[in-house]
């Protein structure tokens, strides 16, 4: 979600409604393809040669849950489409999941067919072109697995950053489901938000150390999970590195080194 390196390439789709994003660049270097929303903040990456790969280090982390879930998600929802990194993982990934994604700006869903691959599938994608707090307010259905991951040209998260936002995905998260998001750890509450996250799930939350980037991915789950051992985590990533072409080492790590007197067991709540 950070980056600054000038671009080689650039195309950029303008908007008829500048109160949500003034405009919405492509640009592409040394073979990576990125999405700007008329700013240097990436909202999206992808490498071309391997467009169905996870480019950045947040989106790997946003997988995690995976990890953890003992049945894969039948019913994953994505708030914030970007470029679709993780709605092409997931659909390659996970193919008896439905995904439902949630997307406020139609120029973003353009950019994600035109130049990020997106799969176009009406049997296993439900495309909603909206506000993500909006929609969490009036869904009903449950989800196994929510990953929220929306910002805006100064890299603001908004309404998607507030209680009322959490409170809604916990109330439609399956008795065994996940929340994940996405964070920008040097935004002004993000504090706050973490501390939502802890008096909304009861302590049922797993903040991973700050990415290089600046990011800060907080995982939550509906009731108490676990307990895991370190051992059998560690598995489970080898076994999905060589299943769905993801190595989640790195971020086992990082959270090995959170779990250090722990003795040796990731749990999410009591």
Not at 113 to 127: C, N, V
Request: aromatic fraction near 8%.
């Amino acid at each position: 979600m950070l980056n600054n390196s000038p671009p080689l390439e650039q195309s950029t789709i303008h908007s008829v409604h500048p109160e949500v994003v003034s405009s919405i660049d492509i640009r592409e270097s040394e073979g990576v393809r990125t999405l700007h929303f008329g700013s240097d903040w990436v909202q999206g990456a992808m490498r071309v040669a391997r467009p169905w790969a996870l480019e950045l280090e947040y989106t790997r982390a946003m997988i995690f849950p995976l990890i953890l879930c003992e049945d894969t998600p039948t019913r994953i929802l994505l708030i914030g489409l970007g470029a679709a990194s993780l709605l092409k993982y997931l659909y390659r990934h996970c193919p008896h999941a439905h995904l439902t994604v949630v997307e406020i700006d139609p120029r973003v869903v353009q950019a994600a067919r035109q130049f990020f691959r997106m799969p176009e599938d009406s049997k296993r994608i439900t495309l909603v072109e909206g506000d993500g707090a909006d929609f969490m307010g009036q869904v009903s259905e449950t989800y196994d697995l929510i990953l929220v991951d929306g910002f805006d040209a100064r890299a603001r998260a908004g309404r998607l950053q507030g209680e009322r936002f959490y409170r809604d995905c916990g109330r439609v998260l399956s008795t065994q489901g996940f929340l994940c998001a996405n964070f920008l750890t040097r935004q002004r509450g993000y504090r706050s938000a973490l501390s939502a996250w802890g008096v909304i799930f009861s302590g049922r939350t797993l903040h991973f150390p700050t990415l290089d980037s600046g990011n800060g991915v907080v995982l939550a789950s509906a009731g108490p999970q676990g307990p895991w051992s370190l051992v059998e985590l560690r598995a489970r990533v080898l076994a999905w590195k060589k299943n769905h072409a993801l190595d989640l080492g790195r971020i086992l790590t990082r959270i090995e080194q959170l779990q250090s007197g722990a003795g040796g067991m990731l749990r999410l709540g009591q």
